[in-house]
Structure formats: C-alpha cells, structure tokens
C-alpha cells in the first residue's frame, strides 16, 4: 500500500516567513496525493490535491504544492505564512479506497 | 446541507463499558470511513465502507466493529472499551467515483477510557 512521510514534525515560524513542509511518498506509479489542515480545535479541511496534470498544485489561502515524481515529492509551501495558519498539516495518499496519511506537522506562526 | 456529522461530540467510557458513535452524512457519498487521531500518529484508518451494507477492516481494527445499514449512515461500535481506545474520532465520506475524490471530514468525536 502507498504511504507518505513526513519530516517536519513541529515547526516554529515568525509571520511573514517563508514555508515549506516536507512530504515523501513511498513509491511510484499513479499517485493521488492530498494536503489537509487542521485549525485548532477544527475538523480536517482540504487544502489541495494532485491527481494529474500540471505538478505545481495551487490550493486554498494561497498554499502551493509540488509534486516531484523524480523525488517521490510532494511538499506544502507559501510564500508568507500569517499567525491564523498556526494549524496541523497532514499529507496524504490515496491507497486502495481510503487515504493514508501521514504523521502531521504542527505549525505555530508567532507574531 | 450539514455535510459529515458525528454524535455525540465527547463521551467519557469506564473499561469495559461500550458504546456506538455515529456518523451522518446527506451528501449521497458512496464511501464512509472511520479514522482515529492520536498524537504523533496522524490519522489512521480503522474501517470503511465502499457502499450500503459493506464494510472493510482498515489499519486499526481490533476492538472495533461497524455497520452501514444506511448508505447515509455509518456506525462504530467499541464492544468492550478499553483505555488505548482513549483518542479523537474522525468520520469521513467520498464520492467513491475514484483516488481524486475529497474526503469531507466531521467534527470528531473526543472519547475518553477511564
């Protein structure tokens, strides 16, 4: 079954920096590929998803995503992260009818 | 539309004790999956369901058991509560028409196993 990985288990950023979290699938083939988040408190919400196509993935509140087959990548960034992105972040695989993700990164974005 | 809703919202179980949560969802989603959060384990799956009346065992099974009588509804049962059944329950549905489907998540379910 497909996996992912994530290495960035907890993050500290300062507003306005730069973002990238890190996400590893482990082999190739036909990959479906997500990125959740989860707001404190909050259910899981889709931030973006790869299936096909054009590997840089534009998502919700000015996220991004790259999938790099030769890397067996695909990570989460944003250019200029602000305190309300203070959330989990949780990459995901499609693998045989459900998702499998990973471990989650905590992202704490200080004033 | 309420999209994915989980009852009830905390519950606290002495061992032994059981119960059955529930998951709704009135999207008209093929798929149902049950998913549990503990800290520094992500998400992981503990069944699902493909359809009305089908259910499938998912990376963390044992000590669960579910039934989806209702293509809206799917339920989690915990026979015997235990204390490392102590964590966050996630319901989710998808369309079922393929791997780029979005699961839509409810609001979780905080359990505690005294």
């Known amino acids: 079954a497909q996996s992912v990985s994530q290495h960035n288990h907890h993050v500290i950023l300062s507003e306005a920096a730069s973002l990238e979290l890190g996400c590893n699938y482990s082999?190739?083939?036909?990959?479906?590929l997500f990125w959740y988040v989860q707001y404190p408190g909050q259910h899981l919400q889709l931030l973006l998803k790869y299936f096909s196509g054009d590997p840089l993935v534009k998502g919700i509140k000015g996220f991004e995503a790259e999938f790099i087959k030769s890397k067996f990548s695909f990570n989460l960034r944003k250019p200029s992260v602000q305190w309300s992105d203070t959330a989990e972040y949780f990459c995901a695989v499609y693998s045989g009818y459900a998702l499998n993700f990973g471990k989650g990164t905590s992202l704490l974005v200080t004033p | 539309n309420a999209g994915v809703t989980q009852t009830p919202k905390f519950r606290v179980l002495k061992t032994g004790q059981s119960m059955t949560l529930l998951c709704a969802q009135d999207m008209n989603h093929e798929y149902m999956y049950w998913y549990r959060q503990d800290p520094g384990m992500g998400l992981r799956l503990i069944h699902y369901s493909v359809g009305e009346g089908t259910t499938a065992k998912g990376e963390v099974p044992d000590g669960y058991n579910v039934s989806r009588l209702k293509k809206q509804n799917f339920l989690l049962g915990l026979e015997s509560a235990a204390p490392s059944q102590t964590s966050v329950y996630f319901c989710?549905?998808?369309?079922?028409?393929?791997?780029?489907?979005?699961?839509?998540f409810g609001p979780g379910t905080r359990l505690t196993v005294l």
């Open positions: 082999y190739g083939g036909t990959v479906n």
């Open positions: 989710a549905s998808t369309q079922g028409t393929g791997g780029a489907d979005t699961q839509y």
